[in-house]
């Protein structure tokens, strides 16, 4: 996921909008790097700490609170629930410019997490 999404960042901005090829192939790209990274975290909330998130936020929040990833991290993915949610259900009509810029980012975190992930995973699973 991570590789096609920075395929996808090499793209002209300009024409995600006139493309809507383009455009669906980054927004469900971006989706479902988020998606990948809640069921991960869910899971560890679950499987290892037994514990429920209330949301995906909660998701992240929790995964900072119990040490699977930085607070710089989790600062970092705040808010990447409501703009799953956006990008899913459509609330409000999807703006380029914020998924232009979640695109630029998403590589980056989504790696970020999974090395932390990775980490983590050495130091508890068993």
Known sequence: MISRLEELRALDARTLGP??????AVER?????????????????????GVSATDYEDIIAQLGSHGVIETSLREELKGLGGF???LVHGYLRIDQERVTEHLGTAPVR???FARAVRDWLAQHAG
């Open 19 to 24: 493309s809507f090829r383009d455009a669906w």
């Open 29 to 49: 790209g971006l989706q479902l790097g988020a998606e990948i990274l809640f069921d991960v975290g869910n899971h560890i909330l679950s499987a290892h700490f």
């Open 84 to 86: 799953r949610n956006v």
């Open 110 to 112: 989504f790696s970020r």
